[in-house]
């Protein structure tokens, strides 16, 4: 890609921004599918919900002193019974569920997108450097990620939180949960990263234009950072994207498990987990609803990650 | 084929001792495991006593070497929060794990090879469309989404089936107790194993759909339809044999998958097995139980890479072709 921007920008003045995007092959497709044009729409509004979440949740959650236990169990107000000051009804300990999913969705997303950044940042890193290296420092990075390989993320995820709550004193555990959770679902994704960009690395490295920056005396981190990792970047992104969606799914998962986040701080999985007690004694709404915004959400983020797979897949077109 | 093999066996043994040393890291180093055995009142004097019993002053390399020698006889100690030996209690919570993960692994390949083959011969009619849409919820929807939502349809609603625990098992042996026996045994499996299927089946029929879709393209199918064969025997004689090739290594990774998602299967249906275990090792830090479900899985999932390999080699022809190549 960057090698096309090198050349377009040599020529001629480039073209706009809307003609570019109605020239571009990723634009034309994304337009082409109305599931997938749907699937972004709603992505994008449940992202924007997630992110004012504090302007449009009518109560703070997370504020035990704003909520009534003598409201809780209250069911929505579209069912006899409800309360007009709870849209979506409300939990075990009076908290707004509308106002819950909004911050549920926001701790999800940004859970989400940090530890597919981080498990991203280091597979790239390790990817790019075994790939350039080769040698020993590559057979070591890639006999580590079989290891690891060998083993579901999922597994990895609780293995990785378990070991961090030893070694956490119990006091702050609540503080560092968020923090647990992204360093654990991030570093349980690294490998698929790594192995991808290795091997394009390989084929990279050989090319002309890295020779050219190798002979007249760049550094190597400068050359994996300025000119190959541009042109490795096309398969990251649809790793990533799909492993947003996966990400999500753990994150809700663990916070389900109950190793998650703590019910004082709810992530759609922690609302799912309250919500999962109440099966039985008739209050459907605790456990319905969040489940359904996680539903949509990580639908709608797989719809686009495949997509875009298919979109940069040159075999498919 | 025989140095192949013998090959594979090394890198597993690798493996096996490289996950060995970090369940002793584990064990070891996270969080003091004199500790977390006695209680508050205990003195240091006999804490020093304890410590030295253990060997825990000993050079790491013996340590690491003890552990390793005490794994491989199923030794992982005491359990911090039960007083047990660990491995009695996974013995006795295995066999509710394996039960579950046999059954959910027969249930996806019934349904998830059929569902891919139609999916790919019939690529345009409504019930592919529908397979597709199906595998697409299916790979969305978390696993515990799925068990909640059979619990509301069939326990809540309906009052079909029980949502939690094992029903009546009957004892076989020593070492085993079965559900498949009672009648009550057989309903309490239904809908875990439906839970812990439904996603392996999604990405197999995805699998076998793709595969089958790239072999109905290849030149001998070509052929043989030129050559006047039926359109059942080029489908099923030819084009399925070759599909279920690759597709062999992937659903055999799967299915070792399938016991490590039982955690999540096993905590929504109350189901006791080793995953149950394991997650109340990592609530209460008992770091015993948690070494040991590692090394349990990794060798669970080193014998499947390790049969998936074999099977490869001596099902696809050209395979053995290439290694005999290597071996000049």
């Not at chain 1, 999800?108 to 981080?118: E, P, Y």
């Amino acid at each position: 890609m960057s090698r096309a921007d090198d050349l377009a920008k040599s020529g001629p003045a480039p073209p706009s921004l809307i003609a570019r995007l109605r020239d571009n092959d990723l634009a034309a497709s994304f337009l082409a599918s109305k599931t997938t044009v749907a699937a972004g729409l709603i992505a994008l509004i449940l992202i924007v919900a997630g992110l004012a979440a504090s302007l449009i949740a009518p109560t703070d959650p997370f504020n035990p002193a704003a909520n009534f236990l003598m409201d809780s169990l209250t069911p929505p107000r579209f069912v006899a019974g409800g309360d007009p000051r709870f849209l979506l009804g409300t939990d075990d300990q009076g908290r707004d569920l509308w106002s819950a999913i909004l911050y549920g969705l926001r701790i999800s997303l940004m859970i989400g997108f940090l530890s597919v950044l981080l498990g991203g940042a280091i597979g790239v890193a390790l990817g790019l450097i075994a790939g350039y290296a080769g040698g020993w420092i590559d057979s070591m990075i890639m006999r580590v990620a079989d290891v690891q390989l060998t083993f579901p993320a999922i597994l990895i995820a609780l293995l990785l939180d378990g070991v961090a709550h030893a070694l956490l004193q119990k006091s702050n555990r609540e503080e560092t949960a968020f923090l647990v959770l992204v360093a654990a679902i991030g570093l349980s994704f690294w490998v698929q990263y790594a192995r991808t960009v290795r091997g394009s690395t390989m084929v990279e490295k050989n090319r002309d234009y890295v020779q050219a920056a190798r002979l007249i005396g760049l550094k190597p981190t400068r050359i994996l950072v300025r000119h190959i990792l541009p042109n490795v970047m096309g398969p990251v992104l649809v790793i990533a994207t799909i492993n947003l969606a996966i990400a999500i799914i753990t994150e809700a998962t663990l916070s389900f498990l109950g190793v998650g986040l703590p019910p004082t701080e709810p992530s759609l999985g922690t609302l799912i987990r309250i919500g999962q007690n109440f099966l039985f004694s008739g209050e459907w709404w605790i456990v319905a609803f969040p489940s359904l915004a996680l539903a949509v959400l990580v639908l709608s983020v797989n719809l686009l990650g495949d997509w875009l797979r298919d979109a940069l897949n040159p075999r498919l077109k | 084929m025989i140095a192949f093999i013998v090959r594979r066996v090394f890198a597993s043994i690798g493996v096996m001792i490289a996950v060995g040393l970090i369940a002793f890291a584990m064990f070891r180093y996270v969080g003091d495991p004199v500790n977390q055995m006695v209680g508050v009142e205990t003195s240091v004097a006999e804490r020093a006593q304890l410590r030295e019993e253990l060997g825990l002053n000993d050079p790491a390399i013996v340590q690491a070497l003890r552990f390793l020698s005490h794994a491989a006889r199923f030794d992982f100690g005491v359990s911090y929060q039960f007083k047990e030996p660990v491995a009695d209690l996974i013995g006795a919570r295995m066999p509710a794990t394996l039960e579950l993960a046999f059954v959910a692994s027969i249930l996806s390949l019934l349904a998830g090879i059929p569902m891919g083959v139609y999916a790919a011969l019939h690529r345009d009619s409504a019930l592919s469309r529908l397979f597709q849409a199906l595998s697409l919820i299916g790979i969305s929807l978390p696993t515990f989404l799925t068990g909640i939502l059979l619990i509301t349809l069939f326990s809540v609603t309906l009052g079909w089936l029980p949502s939690f625990g094992r029903g009546e098992v009957v004892r076989l042996g020593p070492w085993w107790t079965t559900g498949f026996l009672t009648v009550s045994g057989l309903k309490s499996l239904i809908m875990p194993a439906t839970t812990l299927a439904l996603f392996q089946m999604t990405l197999i029929m995805r699998l076998v759909r793709a595969e089958m879709l790239e072999v109905l393209r290849a030149d001998y199918i070509r052929f043989a339809r030129a050559r006047g064969l039926s359109e059942s025997a080029i489908h099923f004689r030819h084009a399925l044999k070759n599909t279920l090739v690759p597709v062999i290594t992937i659903v055999g990774l799967q299915l070792g998958s399938i016991v490590a998602f039982s955690i999540i299967t096993e905590t929504v249906f109350a189901w006791p097995g080793m995953g149950q275990l394991f997650l109340q090792s990592i609530q209460n830090v008992d770091i015993p139980i948690m070494a040991a479900y590692l090394l349990f899985i990794a060798l669970m999932f080193v014998i499947i890479n390790l049969v998936v390999d074999i099977l490869y080699v001596s099902i696809d022809p050209r395979l053995r072709a290439s290694l005999h190549g290597m071996r000049g």
